[in-house]
């Protein structure tokens, strides 16, 4: 198979769903083999058959250190280094800090934070040894500008962009570039588990699409082929960086 990712392996966290499983699809028609992570089993297997063999199932909750340790050097011994690495898994835990129980806390920053944490140090050396690299993490619009009632959240994705850049650090003399791609409101059933739980669920998703410039929520197809971007070569000069696909909402100044 052709393209930007023929005969190279990619590990994606997420690929169950939203923009992890889009991740996975345009690597994947972009000629890489996906090992697919998630801990639901049945939505990685649907993800599988979307990408046609081009893809291995691998079932484990990323925020498990037990797991992870566990079950990744089985892929890399099955299927090889992964010459891409994109940290998509990520939920949204709402509530202002102060209504925030310990567990709520625990569970965002498990998520979000520990799991990139967990699967670097699983896959790391194996890429140092393979001679490079590249890893995106999925921050996010709230890496730079916070939401009210989403304190753990937003606490997460500013991490994952301060984490990403002493990765760049960390890997650059090694080849491993790391880059990170910040959405907007982009229309996945995390962001509308996020309107579920708002006063009124379709105002909320009504001023999210309005937010934007451009007038609409993004696509997880238009945040996979930002990512599929930074993890190529056409992205060989890129480490370290963080790349807004948000259509146009930090861009402005609020008014009104």
Not at 30 to 42: D, H, T
Not at 98 to 118: A, F, G, K, T
Request: glycine fraction near 12%; charge should be negative; proline fraction near 4%.
């Amino acid at each position: 198979m052709s393209g930007r990712f023929a005969g190279k392996v990619a590990l994606v966290t997420g690929a169950g769903s939203g923009i992890g499983a889009a991740v996975a699809e345009r690597l994947a028609d972009e000629g890489a083999f996906v090992v697919l992570v998630g801990r639901r089993g049945l939505a990685l297997e649907e993800t599988a058959v979307r990408l046609g063999g081009h893809a291995a199932v691998l079932p484990l909750d990323v925020a498990s250190s037990g797991d992870v340790a566990a079950r990744i050097p089985e892929a890399l011994a099955a299927h090889g280094t992964p010459d891409v690495v994109v940290h998509a898994a990520g939920q949204t835990v709402l509530g202002a800090l102060h209504d925030l129980s310990d567990e709520d806390w625990d569970r965002q920053m498990d998520v979000n934070l520990r799991s990139i944490h967990l699967l670097t140090r699983a896959t790391w050396p194996a890429m140092v040894e393979h001679g490079g690299g590249s890893v995106v993490t999925v921050a996010s619009t709230a890496s730079h500008a916070a939401f009210p009632q989403d304190a753990a959240y937003v606490a997460s994705k500013g991490a994952v962009l301060a984490l990403t850049k002493a990765m760049a650090l960390d890997g650059a003399a090694d080849g491993i570039r790391v880059n990170a791609v910040c959405p907007g409101y982009i229309d996945t059933p995390n962001l509308r588990g996020y309107f579920d739980g708002q006063d009124d669920p379709a105002a909320a998703a009504a001023s999210a699409g309005a937010a934007a410039p451009l007038g609409r929520m993004g696509r997880p197809d238009e945040i996979a082929a930002a990512i599929a971007f930074l993890a190529s070569d056409d992205a060989s000069f890129v480490t370290g960086a963080s790349l807004l696909v948000d259509g146009g909402v930090l861009a402005q100044v609020p008014v009104g």
